[in-house]
C-alpha cells in the first residue's frame, strides 16, 4: 500500500518536519523548497496535504502565505501548535571553543542572539535551519555550527554543543493543514475555528460596520490581518478568525451582516481547533 503524502517547506529535520511527523507519522512526509512548491503539490495531487506554518509567536505572520492561499483553491482542515526548540550543533569533534560561525535562517539567527554574543559567534544566513544543519555537517569544519531544530543533528550527525538556545522559552509556531477537498469538522463536537477572507468596500467606516455584527452577536474573533491586493494601496484584503461554526447563530448572523459591507467574502476553513488554544 502506498503511503499518503504531506509537503512541507523545508528541508529534512524542519520545524515543519518536526509537526509532519508527530501528527503524520504513518505520511509520507515529503520536502518542498519554497511554499509555492508546497501549494503546487497539494493543488497537482502529487500530495493529498500540506503542512504550513501561519504564525509566530515571536517573529509575527507568515507573509508569504497570506498571497498563495486565497488563490489556491486549497482549503484548512486542521491546526497544530509547536514549542519551538533550537539547538547549538557542529561536527563530530568541534567543541564550544572551536566554533566561529553559526548558521542558520535568519529568524532562528534573531531568536537566538544570547548565545551568539556570549560566544562572540559570528551569524551566516541560510535559507532554512535544517539546510543549515546539513550544510555545516558536508563542510566538516569544527569552526562552523548550526542553530537547528534537534530532528536536523539526528538526521544529519551532528552533535548538540547547547540545547534550547532560543532566547523565548515561549516561542512558539501555529501550523495550518491544507487540503484540496472542503472538510468542514462538525458542530458540538469541541470547539471549532473559522477562517475567512473578505475585501471591504471603499467606503468611510466599511471595516467598522463590517466586523460590528461579530460584536453584537457575541462572536469572538481571534485574528484580523490586512494586506495589499495586486499592489493596490486601495484593495486591502483582510484575513479573519473566529471561534465557532458558520452553523452556530451567532456566527451565522455575523457572516451575513459581513456580506452586506464587504465583497468576495471566501470561507478558507472549519476546523477543530488545536488543544494549545486553551492552556
Known sequence: MTARRIAYQGEPGSNSHIV?????????????????????????????????????????????????????????????????????????????????????????????????????????????????AREVAEAADPAQAAIAPPLAAEIYGLQILARDVEDEDDNTTRFVVLSRDFVQAPRDRGPVVTSFIFNVRNLPAALYKALGGFATNGVNMTKLESYMVGGHFAATQFLAEVDGHPEDTGLKNALEELAFFTTDVKILGVYPADAFRAD
Open 20 to 132: 509532519c511527523k508527530q501528527h503524520y507519522g504513518d505520511w509520507e512526509a515529503v520536502p518542498c523548497a519554497s511554499f509555492e512548491d508546497v501549494f503546487a503539490a497539494v493543488e497537482n495531487g502529487d500530495a493529498e496535504l500540506a503542512m504550513i506554518p501561519i504564525d509566530n509567536s515571536i517573529a509575527g505572520r507568515v507573509a508569504d502565505i497570506h498571497h498563495f492561499l486565497p488563490t489556491s483553491g486549497l482549503h484548512i482542515i486542521g491546526e497544530h501548535f509547536l514549542r519551538i526548540q533550537f539547538h547549538l550543533m557542529a561536527t563530530e569533534g568541534a567543541t564550544l571553543e572551536t566554533i566561529r560561525t553559526v548558521h542558520s535562517h535568519v529568524h532562528a539567527l534573531g531568536q537566538c542572539r544570547r548565545i551568539i554574543r556570549e560566544h562572540d559567534l559570528v551569524p551566516v544566513i541560510s535559507g532554512d535551519t535544517a539546510g543549515a
